[in-house]
């Protein structure tokens, strides 16, 4: 019988060509993987790959195998995933982030990862917290970083830890005059851009809205920050953003950034499946994270 880090061998090898880009991506030895090819040969009585002076080539044989032993991965990770486990290893990290983490937080935190693991694979799936909760029940991530509103929600298989908090700040163009009073008061009528419905900052936002008696209907909806801070510098309007979504002191051409009043701060949380170990990576990043 075959087993699958023998078939994950020989197709790293067979789309990496060489025996080191495959023991980089799997996170393993060289020696290990071409025990494992061996074994392959063995067992399957042929010759999977020609060496040449820059790699290595799939034969005839091979080639026709490589489908097949794909497709038996694939249908492997299937299994794993309806039975609750990631099919990953620990050489590759899948992660599922919202827009305000992945600007700053999440790509400092993942350079720290990858210095200590440098053959690290990261695969990242950005999304608002309801696509990447169900991504995590399906298995196809290992960890989502997700608002803190998501608590209230059915985590059915989904376990929470609190992360970080990150308070709001309001973003103008640059030469407008900062709402009186600096609070959610003082932006009644002005022209709002807003991340677009669904987003967990967007509900956020309602939230506070809606307990401070202001009517909440933003003149421009956009699908991300970046967007948000460029038609703020367009003078289209002005937009309260999670504080952590930009570096402090980062310059901003045409945007002033100010703290506004009367709105809480935005929670952040970790979901991993429940009765789900994280793997070492996982564990690694949220502290780095924290």
Do not use: C
Request: proline share 7%.
């Amino acid at each position: 019988m075959v087993d699958g880090p023998s078939l994950e061998a020989f197709v790293a090898v067979a789309r990496r060509g060489s025996v080191v880009g495959a023991a980089q991506h799997l996170g393993r030895a060289q020696p290990s993987v071409s025990a494992r090819l061996a074994a392959l040969e063995a067992a399957w009585k042929t010759k999977l790959f020609r060496r040449q002076a820059r790699g290595m080539a799939l034969t005839p044989e091979g080639a026709k195998l490589l489908a097949l032993a794909e497709a038996a991965l694939q249908s492997l990770a299937a299994v794993d995933r309806a039975a609750g486990r990631s099919p990953v290893d620990e050489g590759e990290l899948r992660v599922g982030a919202g827009d305000a983490l992945g600007r700053e937080i999440l790509p400092r935190a993942l350079a720290a990862l990858r210095r200590e693991r440098p053959a690290l694979a990261v695969r990242l799936l950005e999304g608002p917290t309801p696509t990447l909760i169900d991504a995590l029940r399906s298995g196809d991530v290992d960890v989502a970083l997700v608002t803190g509103e998501a608590a209230a929600e059915p985590t059915r298989g989904v376990e929470l830890t609190a992360l970080l908090s990150s308070p709001i700040d309001l973003l103008l163009g640059r030469g407008t005059a900062a709402p009186r009073p600096a609070g959610l008061a003082g932006m009644a009528g002005l022209p709002i851009v807003s991340l677009q419905r669904g987003s967990g900052f967007r509900r956020h936002l309602e939230t506070a809205f809606s307990q401070a008696g202001v009517p909440f209907q933003p003149a421009i909806e956009v699908g991300n920050l970046s967007l948000v801070r460029r038609f703020v510098a367009a003078g289209l309007g002005v937009a309260p953003v999670p504080a952590i979504a930009f570096r402090r002191g980062e310059r901003m051409p045409g945007v002033d950034r100010r703290t506004i009043r009367g709105i809480q701060p935005i929670h952040y949380a970790a979901a991993l499946r429940s009765g789900v170990p994280p793997v070492a990576a996982v564990v690694r990043l949220l502290e780095l994270i924290k």
